[in-house]
């Protein structure tokens, strides 16, 4: 039990489903992130969420759409998507400021077929 | 912008070996320092952090000393196990910044019996 929960733990999803990837944290933290983890690539970070306000966003195609309605739940909803979008999908929470670092959830394997 | 730099992988080491995967870091001023450990399968656990210079973290018999003059954060254990195969990030915490972690490209370790 990690305090943040990641599902479903795996996906797989043709280039026209739509689909939503869902996060949820029990730890009391105020700030949501979401990471996209490819084979020989670096953690790519996608979305920030502090107090339910997006802060960041890394110039992530409109295909992924963030959700977070509070604190304690972030959302990524995933339409038309291309192959090379299979990944690792890591959610993270953290304090305000983040002094102790992150933590993170098991993550969802997405296969886009 | 801030960074991380950590050594090319992938490290291979017999059990009881002593294990050690070089950091460093670019930031101003006094950033916090974390290691992360992923294990196959799984999303990235907090190993052990340091948050001001001549720090040090340890956890698990992994042990990580803040040094501000050579911007270093190596991560050293005695002797491994092959238990400890895994892909280790380095990441920083800008001081004063905003909530992003800045994360290294990872180590991945195998620990042969």
């Known amino acids: 039990e990690t305090g943040v929960t990641q599902t479903p733990r795996h996906l797989v999803m043709g280039m026209t489903n739509k689909k939503s990837l869902k996060c949820e944290q029990h730890?009391?933290?105020?700030?949501m992130y979401w990471y996209k983890q490819s084979a020989k690539k670096p953690l790519e970070l996608m979305f920030v969420?502090?107090?339910?306000?997006?802060?960041e966003n890394n110039s992530v195609p409109s295909r992924f759409s963030p959700e977070c309605p509070n604190s304690s739940h972030l959302f990524l909803h995933l339409h038309t998507l291309q192959p090379e979008d299979s990944a690792l999908y890591l959610c993270a929470s953290s304090q305000v400021p983040a002094n102790y670092g992150y933590t993170f959830g098991s993550g969802t394997r997405l296969t886009v077929v | 912008g801030d960074s991380v730099t950590q050594m090319e992988g992938p490290v291979t080491l017999s059990e009881e070996a002593f294990l050690t995967i070089n950091c460093t870091y670019t930031a101003t001023g006094y950033p916090s320092l974390f290691w992360y450990v992923q294990y196959p399968g799984e999303g990235l656990q907090l190993l052990l952090k340091a948050t001001k210079a001549d720090d040090k973290g340890s956890n698990k018999g992994f042990e990580a000393t803040y040094r501000k003059e050579t911007t270093s954060f190596h991560l050293e254990k005695g002797s491994v196990q092959v238990s400890d195969s895994a892909v280790y990030f380095c990441?920083?915490?800008?001081?004063?910044?905003?909530?992003?972690?800045?994360f290294g490209k990872g180590t991945k370790l195998t620990v042969n019996p």
């Open positions: 730890l009391g933290h105020n700030a």
């Open positions: 990441a920083l915490r800008s001081q004063g910044g905003s909530e992003k972690l800045v």
């Open positions: 969420y502090n107090f339910k306000e997006q802060t």
